[in-house]
């Protein structure tokens, strides 16, 4: 395997010496950090020997970020499979360019192939219409198959409304499609989880690979790499892409925390986007065992929309962890996603020993307490 090395600088306290080349290993590529371990002294050809070294671990450098992004694609199970298409959603940022170019690059090695999916909001006026023009362009000059989206009805302005605007479009177009989150997104993602409350699963932060309820699979190919490591791929690479005026719109949470509190969080420790990737991990693992046991007692109970019983006796002798995960696999067969407060509620409605009372959940589903059974039934 290539060593793993990093740009580095012959500049001193004294400025530029040209009289030395140097030459630096280090097991963490891309972190600003310089580890010196050799210093040779080449007189007028020095400057000349540093160029040359420079651009071959630059290259280096692009080598560990792509064998990266392989790795965590080959064991998060990310379809990079012979015969499959993948669709790019790029919006023309910074990090769906990333992704599409690395993606791009693999798709020879793995035998699958890409086309971009590019939708267009028409929230921000002439921008969007920009957007969707630097999209266009550089697929037409790179060759790329593009299907373009538009909002076609007034959103709200909120996040969610355009998501699943988006998502809907996706699910029209694609069976497997890859979006460019990254590591950044998902500490960010994680610290706004828990301004509003959350459990386990809020705090796992962004899945690397979900499937929705229409079958839609997305995939987070470069949710391994930070927005730092990003950035240096674009510029190395001289790959092109245009800014979001609304990212620095501090109204919207995410954006808040990106510019406010990420920053702050990188004074205290640098690699703050890289542990937070760590405990997302450790407690998606967690959260994958307490829904596997979960899911064993309603297999059990052979619940189902024709059998929407949960025995009460069973489901009282549950561990808390447990029960609340059963009641939300429980909701979701009906299409629901509960919140907190009707987790809590339904705990203490079942253990208080009493029948004959009633819950109302979203979507009009309903959780009636009989005596001997939890009754979930649409109203």
Known sequence: AAPRLEAFSAYGSKGFQPRYTISCISSKPLDGSYHLTTQIQYGNKSKNMLIMTK?????????????????????????????????????GGADSMCMLDILGRLTGTYCFSIDVLHFNHKMRGEESDRDENFVHNYCLEHNLSLTIGHQNTPLDGSENAARESRYAFFEENASVVATAHNADDNAETMIANLT??????????????ITRASGLTVIRPVLCLTRK????????????????????????????????????????NPRIAEHAADTSKSLAEDERCLATIAKAFLAECRFGV??????????????????????ILAAEVFGVSLFREHIRDMLDMSRSGKG????????????AFERAAIVFREN
């Open 55 to 91: 651009q071959y671990v630059i290259i280096l450098c692009m080598y560990e970020i792509i064998k990266r992004v392989t790795e965590y694609a080959v064991s998060n199970a990310l379809t990079l499979n012979s015969g499959q298409k993948i669709s790019c959603a790029v919006s």
């Open 196 to 209: 509003r409350g959350t459990g386990v699963n809020g705090l796992s932060g962004i899945s690397p690979k």
């Open 229 to 268: 490591e990003i950035t240096r791929y674009l510029e190395y690479n001289s790959i092109p892409h245009i800014e979001d005026s609304s990212n620095s719109d501090t109204r919207y949470s995410r954006n808040l925390i990106r510019s406010a509190v990420m920053p702050v969080l990188r004074q205290i």
């Open 306 to 327: 024709s059998n929407p019983l949960i025995p009460r006796k069973k489901f009282n002798a549950l561990d808390s962890a447990i029960a609340s995960r059963v009641l």
């Open 356 to 367: 004959g009372r009633i819950l109302t959940l979203p979507k009009r589903l309903i959780a």
